[in-house]
């Protein structure tokens, strides 16, 4: 397992190895943030809500808990966080 922070440690992370592949785990504290990918991503919202604004676009899309969306490699997404939330990102 390896643990992850980024910016100032708001968004931190325990990432896994699977049988299905490599996993992280987290949660985001309150804040707006841009994320880079390098894999394939599905996010799935596990507590709270993110509001994201996929690559390519201008809209902002709602992901409540129970929720998921997907991103593609190798480009960048924001995510506004109103309440501390937490994610499992499945990379592939």
């Not at 390896?2 to 504290?29: C, L, P, Q, R, W």
Request: glycine share 8%; net charge negative; charged share 15%.
């Amino acid at each position: 397992m390896n643990i992850n922070k980024y910016f100032d440690e708001n968004v931190v992370s325990i990432g896994f190895d699977t049988e299905a592949g490599h996993v992280s785990s987290g949660v985001m504290s309150v804040g707006e943030y841009t994320f880079g990918t390098s894999q394939k991503e599905r996010m799935v919202v596990v507590h709270g809500e993110l509001v994201v604004q996929l690559p390519n676009t201008q809209e902002w899309l709602s992901f409540p808990a129970g929720t998921e969306f997907n991103v593609d490699a190798n480009v960048e997404f924001n995510v506004k966080v109103a309440t501390p939330t937490a994610y499992l990102c499945y990379y592939s």
